[in-house]
């Protein structure tokens, strides 16, 4: 069974702060990974995501997230924090079935 | 290029009706997923369908919940009877996927459902 543990249900940073929300994940199976992001009123649309290859992923407005199977964690990062991205952020996990398992979302608030 | 489109919106109704969610995937995606959000439980898949048919509906809570995919363009949920605590978002996703692979989801941008 896959799972996904998001570490925080809140995380607030000032305006160009660094932003690190946190994603462990439990796989029988080597994983596929993902990072959705969610604004108000709206579905969810993708960051980036993990398949294979190599384990530092670049996305969307400047995110990005490391593959690390030692620690089964697959952190999201942006140097420097904008307005723009306060919204709520979820990791997912899939495998080699066509099902995605989400965390339960982290709220990320940026504070000028 | 139209994404996953959701209807309705928003729907208010009385606890005992019945309800029904519609979705129109991404055309050339072959897998829909239902998904249900609430504040309490986060995302929750109720059921998935590859090519038309349903792989899992273990997510499904009970009877009163059913899910159809009758052709490629169109799924829809229905809740019947209806309960206060169905109240929630529920989100429709489409992706493509080749065997053995899990690809991108694509979501709508989900119905609101409030059962009085």
């Known amino acids: 069974a896959q799972s996904v543990t998001q570490l925080g249900s809140h995380v607030s940073v000032s305006e160009g702060a660094l932003v690190l929300l946190r994603c462990n994940y439990s796989?029988?199976?080597?994983?596929?990974l993902f990072w959705y992001v969610q604004y108000p009123n709206q579905g969810l649309q993708l960051l980036l995501k993990y398949t294979t290859g190599a384990t530092l992923v670049k996305g969307i407005n400047g995110f990005e997230a490391e593959f690390k199977k030692s620690e089964t964690s697959f952190h999201l990062t942006k140097p420097s924090a904008h307005m723009s991205d306060a919204a709520e952020y979820f990791c997912?996990?899939?495998?080699?079935?066509?099902?995605?398992?989400f965390g339960t979302g982290t709220r990320l608030q940026v504070f000028p | 290029d139209a994404g996953v489109i959701q209807s309705p919106r928003h729907e208010v109704t009385e606890m005992g009706q019945e309800v029904t969610l519609r979705c129109k995937p991404i055309s050339g995606h072959n897998s829909l997923f239902w998904y249900r959000q609430t504040m309490m439980r986060g995302l929750e898949l109720l059921i998935y369908f590859n090519n038309n048919v349903p792989i899992d509906d273990s997510g499904m809570p009970e009877d009163r919940f059913s899910a159809k995919m009758p052709n490629a363009s169109f799924s829809t949920l229905k809740i019947q009877p209806s309960e206060p605590r169905d109240s929630a978002v529920y989100f429709c996703?489409?992706?493509?996927?080749?065997?053995?692979?899990?690809?991108?989801?694509?979501f709508g941008e989900g119905s609101r459902l409030t059962v009085l």
């Open positions: 997912a996990v899939g495998d080699n079935t066509d099902k995605l398992i």
């Open positions: 996703a489409s992706s493509f996927n080749g065997p053995g692979a899990a690809g991108e989801l694509f």
């Open positions: 796989s029988s199976v080597p994983p596929y």
